[in-house]
């Protein structure tokens, strides 16, 4: 038996998102084990191919025409120049599945490469698209009145509709929450594994607190894209709800840029904005946070959540999309609607004893996540779209004792 050569198309490399967190971490995972890997990915070099021991990395530029989507994120309908290149790195790795994670420019590459070459198609949902473009169009739907409801659900319903045919391509789904991978298997028709995401616990960490034990102020920390589609809006709310119950003593820690920046700059009166943070600063801005508030409805997992558990901090989450599968209601932290964030938030503040252990069974549980155990699960996953017999279970324990 031997083990899969993975030809990998992530839609994000460089950016600060949850696909492009991933993305990097399944390449430092491969090449941690030493499995052939290609990554194929947009990048800011024109064209550049590397090679580190079984590890390729192919990097293709995008041109002036790109559409931006977000802040960080573009779309190159030019990108097609590149079919050559990928085509003959294809064809010199030889790949036996080749993994996308979304309609995007990479993805459409790996799709149709996969149909061409005859090679299984494995694909990851990391976005709800569905969800962000109806939230995205709420000042259409809102200026319709009664009908506006009707016509959000329609754009919904056909956003999904349209990128499941897309997924149906693939033999094999990955989701990172069960409730995901229940719609995809409707969906589609094609079974789906879990390709949850695992955490640095030695980086988001709280022995990188730097706040004195002396200050009184209670820190809400939020991180992610400023956006629509994240209910940032909240935030503003929350303050003031607070404000109302008598708790005056706290302050927010944005970490993220976005289009709603400038709104939340007027409507907060305590607030400190970070911008983006990476690495160490990151993990720092963490540590000296109290209490991660996270609004959004639409995330399909929630990797600052996990970061933020990391780091022996507690965590206010929504009762829709991936966050709720990792916060522990009242344990550590709290599943609640968007009315019950300044309560949930509140009872925190006025019981320090209970915040202190919160962050403590945060902490714990983030212990035991792990990113080769989420990419383990992956590589499992992928036999069922390979010959049987050729590959086996124990692949990659197989792989490490030949090194």
Known sequence: MRVPRVAYFPDSFHEINGVAHTSRNFVAYAERHGLPFLCVRAGTRTRAFEQAGELRTLELGRTKASVRMEKDLEFDALFWRH?????????????????????SELG???????????????????????????????????????????????VEDGTLWATAQFYKLAKVLFAPNDELCAMLEKSTGRPCYLMQ?????????????????????????????????????????VEGELAAMGIAAIR?????????????????????????????????????????????HTD?????????????????????????????????????ADEGFATAIGSMVRDRARLDQMGKSAREYALGCSWDAVFERVYEGYLTALPAGEFGCSMLASNEAGR
């Open 197 to 237: 995401r695992g955490v640095d616990t030695e980086l988001f960490s709280p022995a990188r607190r730097t706040r004195t034990t002396t200050d009184e102020t209670v820190v809400l920390g939020y991180v992610g894209r400023l956006s629509v589609e994240k209910n940032v809006a909240l935030l503003a709310l």
């Open 108 to 154: 459409m590459f790996g799709a149709y490469f996969a149909w061409e070459m005859g090679i299984p198609l494995a694909a990851s949902w990391h976005t709800n698209v569905h969800e962000y473009l109806a939230r995205r169009m709420g000042w259409l739907t809102k200026r319709l009145g009664e009908s506006g409801a009707a016509v959000g659900q329609g």
């Open 83 to 103: 079919g050559g290149a990928i085509r003959r790195e294809l064809q010199r790795f030889k790949p036996d599945v080749i993994h996308i994670t979304g309609p």
């Open 300 to 336: 399909t997992f929630g990797n600052v959540v996990l970061e933020a558990l990391s780091s022996g901090v507690p965590a206010v989450v929504t009762p829709d999309g991936g966050p709720k599968y990792i916060v522990r209601d009242r344990v550590t932290g709290f599943v609640t």
């Open 252 to 296: 927010f820690l944005i970490v993220g840029h976005g289009s709603e920046e400038a709104a939340l700059r007027a409507e907060l009166a305590a607030v400190d904005f970070a911008g983006v943070l990476r690495g160490e600063e990151l993990a720092r801005a963490y540590a000296n946070m109290d209490v991660l508030v996270f609004p959004s």
